[in-house]
């Protein structure tokens, strides 16, 4: 059972730095490909990161590659986004999302529609 929730946002002037967590309070992570996501008032959802269910690999999106690093501890049943140099233009809503597997290693990390799982999102306020 997948039950996900996203606990560290607030709020942060920028430069600073955050980190958000990811708890599957419905048991564990292990064999899930995991993946954050971030959504701006008035924008669509956009990928931010994500990390391979044998945590091998990471991807990461344009604006977040440098500044942010995603991880995961599958025996604390978490995973995180550690964000740093954090700017205005980072003010969104994030979500965690994940999924059963990887599509025998061709998962599309930042496809929204691949992922079974989300969060209820966190708020990440960045002020100027």
Not at 45 to 53: E, H, K, S, Y
Not at 69 to 92: C, F, H, I, P, W
Request: glycine share 14%; net charge negative; aromatic share 14%.
């Amino acid at each position: 059972q997948v039950h996900l929730e996203e606990s560290g946002g607030g709020l942060v002037q920028a430069g600073g730095s955050l980190r958000l967590s990811c708890l599957n309070s419905g048991g564990t992570l292990s064999g899930y490909s995991m993946a954050w996501f971030r959504q701006a008032p008035g924008k669509s959802r956009q990928f931010v990161a994500g990390v391979t269910l044998d945590d091998r690999r990471r991807y990461y999106s344009d604006y977040a590659a440098g500044r942010f690093t995603v991880s995961r501890d599958d025996n604390k049943n978490r995973g995180y986004l550690q964000m740093d140099s954090l700017e205005a233009e980072d003010t969104a809503v994030y979500y965690c999302a994940a999924t059963y597997g990887d599509n025998y290693g061709d998962l599309n990390y930042g496809d929204l529609d691949v992922y079974d799982y989300w969060g209820q999102g966190t708020q990440v306020t960045v002020s100027a």
